[in-house]
């Protein structure tokens, strides 16, 4: 299912060149898993608050329900 990931809060990134561009606050991708309170995604678009398209590598993370503030889904 590909899906757009709405945070409630950007991804925590301790210093440039870390594994998610800063700032992030909505993830596009793919979800692998739904299970525990738990969401894996294979992201690959990263997006700010207001849209922009932030440059980063795709990858997969796993977000605890609690980081998400809702999902779109773009295809079932």
């Known amino acids: 299912m590909r899906v757009r990931v709405f945070l409630r809060n950007p991804l925590f990134t301790p210093r440039k060149g870390s594994h998610v561009p800063s700032g992030a606050t909505v993830l596009e991708g793919s979800v692998n898993a739904r299970e525990g309170g738990w969401l894996e995604l294979a992201v690959e678009v990263y997006l700010d608050g207001s849209?922009?398209?932030?440059?980063?590598?795709?990858?997969?993370?796993?977000?605890p329900a609690s980081k998400v503030d809702h999902v779109q889904v773009l295809e079932a």
């Not at 849209?51 to 977000?63: H, N, R, Y």
């Open 51 to 63: 849209g922009k398209v932030l440059d980063g590598t795709a990858t997969t993370l796993v977000l």
